[in-house]
T-cell receptor, first 112, second 111 residues
Framework: DAGVIQSPRHEVTEMGQEVTLRCKPISGHDYLFWYRQTMMRGLELLIYFNNNVPIDDSGMPEDRFSAKMPNASFSTLKIQPSEPRDSAVYFC??????????FGNGTRLTVT | EDKVVQSPLSLVVHEGDTVTLNCSYEVTNFRSLLWYKQEKKAPTFLFMLTSSGIEKKSGRLSSILDKKELSSILNITATQTGDSAIYLCAGVTSGTYKYIFGTGTRLKVLA
């Protein structure tokens, strides 16, 4: 089991650019979550999917953020246009039914 | 609004000390509470608690849930420098299985 795989590990971009973060969940897991972590706010839930369908996107900060899950093995989180306040570590996590969440190693995003 | 609050925010102890970390929750349709340890990268799972009063143990770590008080504690005995990390707790809702995390307790264990 390779675990939850996220890419890229680090992303540095300039304000206004589009950023796409990618996630491959653990095979067989039917829930996928996107979180953002900062020192000030801790781990914030952005959006989560069940069987590829978005269930709750109330944590998505604004229209600049969008997430998709076209199939059971892939999800993207896109920020367009990016802003310096989007700088954070973005985690993807997956789980099966009532089992614990498994996290990827995160993408550290820096927007200058 | 669902929320999870952890205390203390940070803690510095010496090797060999015992520490108790606290987590209180207000979660609609509460299902379970989980503890995670986060070192440099991804949070890793420690415990899942669903029943009140039943202690879960793993080595020097133990945890218990109190549904009456809407709280949980994580105990670490005989701390080691390797225990230095952020400890996160999360409340999980029934039905939607939504995880709500606290901001964590940052523990530093000095040699």
């Amino acid at each position: 089991d390779a675990g939850v795989i996220q890419s890229p590990r680090h992303e540095v971009t300039e304000m206004g650019q589009e950023v796409t973060l990618r996630c491959k969940p653990i095979s067989g897991h039917d829930y996928l979550f996107w979180y953002r972590q900062t020192m000030m706010r801790g781990l914030e839930l952005l959006i989560y999917f069940n069987n590829n369908v978005p269930i709750d996107d109330s944590g998505m900060p604004e229209d600049r953020f969008s997430a998709k899950m076209p199939n059971a093995s892939f999800s993207t989180l896109k920020i367009q246009p990016s802003e310096p306040r989007d700088s954070a570590v973005y985690f993807c996590a997956s789980r099966e039914s009532d089992s614990p969440l498994h996290f990827g190693n995160g993408t550290r995003l820096t927007v200058t | 609004e669902d929320k999870v609050v952890q205390s203390p925010l940070s803690l510095v102890v010496h090797e060999g000390d015992t520490v108790t970390l606290n987590c209180s929750y207000e979660v609609t349709n509460f299902r379970s509470l989980l503890w995670y340890k986060q070192e440099k990268k991804a949070p890793t799972f420690l415990f899942m608690l669903t029943s009140s009063g039943i202690e879960k143990k793993s080595g020097r770590l133990s945890s218990i849930l109190d549904k009456k008080e809407l709280s949980s504690i994580l105990n670490i005995t005989a701390t080691q420098t390797g225990d230095s990390a952020i400890y996160l707790c999360a409340g999980v809702t029934s039905g939607t299985y939504k995880y709500i995390f606290g901001t964590g307790t940052r523990l530093k264990v000095l040699a």
